[in-house]
């Protein structure tokens, strides 16, 4: 995505130019089509990508619509990203400097030509130009609900006019195979070799991802249009009944993908560890009749500065982050109480504490938490306990 936003800029003037022109041209050496890219290593590549090509076969003019653009050196564009304030823009760039940048992160590109027809084409070119202009071009970006993908799939269904897109009854291919019916189940297929994305997105999701998806709401996956667009008609109109796309091939041939290894622990094997390390502290401490205060302050220093991050995905305008249950656990909350906590005076955080947890647990009926959280809830409760096991003494005694 960086190669595009620089290029795109400097294709704008080129491209408007050009454009004017081109609607004119007869529709019938025209080509429209949708372009699928498979998925890459990069955490924003995971799902893949979806990009519009407008191809004239006789004059030869090729561009690509591309709705992914964003700018990562504006101010403050990862608090924004997990506010749900992200702007994307529609960038455009000839299709052969597309497609070698996709050859050379190794990643195919397959493209379906659509069967659309020639007014159908100029609306949806006109469409596009109309986009591009530069109080257009820039939209509110959501993931699940308004993103390169979807945007794609809703210019060509805007410029089918007087027909009908129907699309299957029955959802049918690898995705039913594989039993997946929640967005978590999708977000899980995609970051499968990718254990602490996978963790990260699970940690912003709440449980309204655990409910199943519509078949369009799984369009915003670039893969699961294109499984779409290959079973969909157009129906109604002087045409009959006609196939969405009239021809797919692939364009870019997938091609060698360096991989860049991870940590090597997964996030159940570094929160197993934590909670064996919990479990032998608090041996200790059973027997010195005291808790370690540095080990408490390290543990809540961690949990409340993720807390943070959870909080504002919670408060964000992303869908499903705000019903994650998983700010029981995580919540700034151990920031507020960590200097009583070092002077042992925090008995109430404590109790505030067990509740919290308890709640947590109780969630579990409801929410499926991200990979380890159950050992970090142990942790947790573990600590509390001990905590309030050493303190509630001194309490009578006052």
């Not at 760039?93 to 493209?111: D, H, K, L, W």
């Not at 499968?192 to 369009?219: H, K, V, Y």
């Amino acid at each position: 995505m960086r190669f595009f936003v620089v290029v795109f800029a400097l294709m704008s003037c080129c491209f408007c130019h050009a454009s004017k022109d081109e609607v004119e041209i007869g529709d019938d050496s025209v080509e429209v089509s949708l372009l699928t890219c498979a998925p890459g290593s990069e955490v924003y590549s995971l799902y893949g990508h979806t990009a519009l090509r407008y191809h004239d076969l006789r004059t030869g003019a090729d561009w690509t619509f591309n709705y992914g653009v964003f700018d990562f050196r504006k101010p403050f564009f990862s608090l924004r990203f997990m506010l749900g304030l992200t702007d994307y823009q529609l960038g455009v760039v000839p299709f052969m400097m597309f497609a070698r940048e996709y050859y050379r992160s190794g990643r195919a590109v397959t493209e379906q030509v659509l069967e659309l027809t020639s007014e159908e084409k100029k609306t949806l070119k006109l469409a596009l130009d109309e986009n591009y202009k530069d109080e257009n071009r820039e939209y509110r970006y959501n993931f699940f609900r308004d993103n390169c993908t979807t945007r794609a799939r809703d210019m060509i269904e805007r410029a089918i006019i007087g027909s009908k897109v129907q699309y299957p009854a029955e959802r049918i291919g690898f995705v039913n195979d594989e039993g997946l019916n929640t967005l978590r189940d999708y977000i899980h297929w995609y970051t499968e070799g990718s254990p602490w994305a996978r963790f990260g997105n699970d940690i912003c999701l709440g449980f309204a991802a655990d409910r199943n998806m519509t078949w369009r709401e799984r369009q915003f996956l670039p893969e699961m249009l294109m499984d779409d667009f290959a079973n969909t008609s157009i129906v109604g109109g002087k045409t009959g009944v006609r196939r969405m796309v009239k021809t797919t091939r692939i364009v870019v041939d997938p091609g060698v993908r360096f991989v860049k290894s991870g940590f090597p622990l997964s996030p159940w094997a570094c929160f197993a560890i934590l909670l064996i390390v919990t479990v032998l502290v608090s041996i200790k401490e059973y027997r010195r009749k005291k808790t370690f205060v540095a080990f408490d302050a390290i543990l809540m220093s961690l949990t409340g500065l993720a807390g943070v991050f959870v909080t504002l995905f919670f408060c964000s305008q992303h869908p499903t982050t705000s019903t994650n249950l998983q700010i029981l656990l995580l919540n700034p909350l151990p920031l507020f109480f960590l200097i009583k906590v070092i002077q042992r005076k925090a008995v109430v955080y404590w109790k505030i504490s067990l509740v919290l947890i308890v709640l947590f647990f109780l969630g579990f009926f409801i929410q499926s938490y991200a990979e380890g959280m159950a050992f970090l809830a142990l942790c947790l409760l573990i600590r509390a306990y001990m905590n309030l096991h050493f303190q509630y003494p001194n309490i009578r005694k006052q």
